[in-house]
């Protein structure tokens, strides 16, 4: 059902791109009204086409992959699950909050927030992990 999806979804992008490629592209060549709405069908049928193979092979690469997380989120006990979600938030909340001071860098203003909230939810994770059994104190966890 979700390979279904994907193919649909690329066979609907891959048809309008094939409009939109024939009349950004080729409508100086093709001129009459025939030819352009011939050059219009072509187009759509190539592009569907190949949205149809690009969505096949993305949707089943998709599937695999997120089957293969469900695995190995599904092997990860839930108090490490719950408490890595609780220093994955705090490390987002805090990342942001230091990002803010970080944002009026110029030239690279805007790729340093990005940077910080990714390094800051990491050492979130990790740190929350490492002092586990403090949290689960804290939070009266068992």
Not at 74 to 86: F, H, K, M, Q, V
Not at 90 to 108: K, Y
Request: hydrophobic share 55%; glycine share 12%; no cysteine.
């Amino acid at each position: 059902m979700v390979l279904l999806i994907f193919r649909l979804v690329f066979l609907i992008v891959g048809a309008g791109g094939g409009y939109y490629t024939v009349n950004t592209f080729l409508t100086d060549y093709l001129n009459g009204n025939t030819l352009l709405l011939v050059g219009r069908i072509a187009g759509i049928i190539i592009f569907t086409i190949i949205g149809f193979f690009i969505g096949d092979f993305t949707g089943k690469k998709i599937i695999k992959d997120v089957s293969a997380v469900d695995r190995k989120v599904r092997d990860i006990p839930g108090n490490n699950l719950i408490i890595g979600i609780i220093g994955l938030t705090t490390g987002i909340v805090l990342g942001l909050l230091v990002s803010l001071a970080l944002r009026s860098i110029p030239f690279l203003g805007p790729f340093i927030p990005i940077l910080v909230v990714i390094v800051f939810s990491y050492v979130g994770i990790m740190l929350s992990l490492q002092n586990k059994q403090m949290i689960m104190n804290i939070f009266k966890l068992r």
